[in-house]
């Protein structure tokens, strides 16, 4: 081997490898610093993309288990309005049960107004929660928890869309619903008794006159007469005065939802009143018992010639009428034969309203056939065959609102308790999506940790070998460095 003074080789080897340990002292030192393995593009291109793509993902189930959470709590406000007007439906069918009963001896007003008030509160509650119909959370809500192999599975639906998934009294089918007394009202009367404000019969009164049947064979005519005082009277003292004096022939009145006088009971009656100024009925009408199975005859005249006949028909039978010109002379002849003949029926006649014509009237449904008219003139049908028989209006019965609104009471709780399931399920779809995230996040997190994360061990080591290698390269460079001067010692003779 040549000797060079030109070229100092083993200091350049001394060098180079005193820079090399240099890099790896100083990689050793930025892994500790850092507590990372990959601290840059060029230490591991490769593992620093697959750990990006999992701190992507890692950030994503982040937010979705806070979305989840934010969920969960939106479902649980609903569910506890919910809770809350479940109760509330328990109070109106409490409320319905007492007005359904026919021994109820209170104000069917007084109850109905508290029942009308808690659909009101049922609807503001619904609105609240965004349940009700077209409410921000009446739709189909969707939370994005990320960690799905498409962007379908990373998301929760929990479907609370549609009306069968409103909760205010409408979607729930009870918003028309009422436990007032049901009744007749008067033809042509508008007067309001719900008004407050206004007295009614001052100084003056008013009559009613009911033609009834309370089944003892005959028309029976009774007069009933409210009197007001000098400061007039209210809508309640008005219906309590008439009920006093009604009593006795088990019929009713009450207000109507309209906040019109109406009449009901399960005595067949018509009823007739006079005019009075600031009265409770606006002029004079009339009426007949609809809450009843009713036919009434028209323009009723005493039979001449040969004898009329007619069959009215029931669940208990069929009942054949003849009536003879001696038997129809006057009204309160012919509803005398009339109820004779239909004895045990449980169908009575009553005079109509109109003081001439005669009503019909049973609780259950009959048909009525007229099979013969009179020979010349006259009876209770004009023609021939079957009779046109009117069913009873909806709710004119005392207790036909409170039993309307127990049915739809039943079906409200029904669907109620649908939501309440749809509710319940998505929070528990939204718990198990969050502890899916938790999961994911932490086994992400793990093979994330094992291509970016330092192995602080390892790299104390390596630090430690660093240090060496760099104490022993310089000394080694201090000896390269002064080889060539043993090049001296061959000049000294020159």
Known sequence: M???IQTNTASLNAQYYISQNQSFQNKAIEQLSSGYKINSSADDPAGLAVANQYAGEITQLTQGVQNATDGTSA?????????NISQILGRLQTLASESASQTFQGNRATVNAEYQGLLSEIDRQAANIGLNTGGVNNTSLTVYTGGGSTQANSEVTVNLAGSNNAVDSTALGIGTSSVAGGGSGISGNTINLSNTATSFLTSTSQSFTFNLNTGTGGNQAVTVSVTGL??????NQVVSSLNNQLQAYGITASIGSSG???FGGSTAFSVTTTAAGAGPISGTGSTVNS???????TAFAAVVGTNEAFTIQNAGGSYNVSLSPAQTATTALALTAINNQLAGSGILAVQASDGTDISFQSTSAFSANETALAGTSGGVFTALGSQAVTAPTAGSSATGNALAALTA?????????LVQGVVGAGENKLQYATNLAQSQITNISAAESGIRDADVAAAAANLTK?????QTSLAALSQANSAPQAVLSLLKNF
């Open 75 to 83: 479902l649980q406000i609903a569910d506890g309005g919910l809770s």
């Open 230 to 235: 000098a400061g007039g009277l209210t809508g």
């Open 409 to 417: 009471l039943t079906q409200a709780v029904s669907n109620l308790g």
């Open 2 to 4: 040549s000797i060079s």
């Open 291 to 297: 809450s009843d199975y009713n036919l009434t005859s």
């Open 466 to 470: 660093a240090q060496v290698l760099q």
């Open 260 to 262: 019109t006088l109406q």
